[in-house]
């Protein structure tokens, strides 16, 4: 890809409270808490959240590289200069070029780019199978080395059972044996072939606000999402590579109608993974 292009485009999405989204409609949900039409082709889009000031975004390089730019909302000259970076990518191969050092990355690897770092181009090595890069971005306070993270490099954890439909593998990217951060924690779970229950049993944790992207899933096929506080919850109804806004005092669960893969992000007061309050099924309203 010779050419580069910067064009960026974001909204801004504000903190609601329990309160105000126990009286949302459908419509009221889906627009505070679902990000649709996420993967738009040849330009950088942003969802700029104010929970933990965590930015959910995507840059899709089709016809020519897309280079990283700020936005007013993180008032810098450069979008990383007080902030850090992870780029998952769900498409196919593509490269980061981040001052200089090139990060080639397959179908789900991911990048984490350091506080600090200038110059960021995001490209596809075939334009007609392009990458699609999916874009988190949290407040930093050091700078942590920029590296890529391969699938094979995360720490598996096996969880669930087939009885239950909720057997699968979640892979932490960052855990305290690899990649260091200062807030973001992500990874990807996937699913033994029947399953299709996530994070159930559920929990929730006031520390740290998450998102979730649902991908490789069936084009006509949803998730329904569990979101709300424990003993208040409601449902978004989520298509194929849409995302989920997760503030710090909802569940964050979801049920396939056919097989699908997601990646959850989150970012708050701690990185400690384990650091959940679980909620008992028997609990749930
Ligand atoms: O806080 C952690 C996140 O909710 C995910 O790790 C949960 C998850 O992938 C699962 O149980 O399927
Ligand atoms: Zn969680």
Redesign the pocket.
């Known amino acids: 890809m010779s050419e580069t292009s910067t064009e960026t485009d974001y909204e801004i999405r504000f903190a609601i409270d329990p309160a105000t989204a126990a009286a949302m409609d459908t419509r009221e949900l889906r627009e505070s808490f679902l990000i649709e039409d996420l993967f738009g082709p040849d330009m950088v889009g942003w969802t700029y959240t104010h929970y933990e000031r965590l930015a959910v975004g995507s840059a899709v390089p089709v016809k020519e590289a897309l280079r990283l730019e700020a936005i007013k909302p993180t008032g810098t000259v450069n979008f990383l200069d007080r902030r850090e970076l992870i780029a998952v990518n769900i498409g196919g191969k593509g490269t980061i070029t981040a001052d200089g050092e090139l990060f080639s990355l397959e179908h789900r690897d991911m990048a984490y780019l350091g506080m600090g770092t200038k110059d960021v181009v995001f490209a596809s090595e075939n334009g007609s199978a392009p990458a699609k890069f999916y874009l988190l971005s949290a407040p930093a306070h050091q700078t942590y080395k920029s590296m890529l993270i391969s699938v094979s490099d995360a720490k598996r954890l096996d969880?669930?059972a087939p009885e239950t439909c909720?057997e699968?593998s979640?892979f932490?990217f960052i855990h305290p044996d690899g990649a260091r951060t200062c807030q973001l924690?992500v990874?990807m779970?996937t699913f033994a072939a029947g399953s299709v229950w996530?994070?159930?049993p559920?929990?929730v944790?006031d520390r740290?606000a998450?998102a979730?992207l649902y991908f490789d899933l069936d084009e006509k096929a949803r998730v329904v999402h569990l979101m709300g506080e424990p003993d208040e919850t409601r449902h978004l109804i989520v298509a194929n590579e849409e995302a989920i806004l997760?503030p710090a005092w909802s569940i964050?669960?979801g049920v396939g109608t056919a097989r699908y893969t997601?990646v959850?992000a989150?970012a708050g007061d701690n990185v400690d993974?384990t650091d959940?309050d679980p909620v008992a099924i028997e609990d749930l309203r």
């Open positions: 969880l669930g909720n699968r979640i932490q924690v990874g779970t996530n994070t159930m559920c929990h944790h740290r998450e979730y997760s964050h669960s997601f959850w989150m993974y959940v």
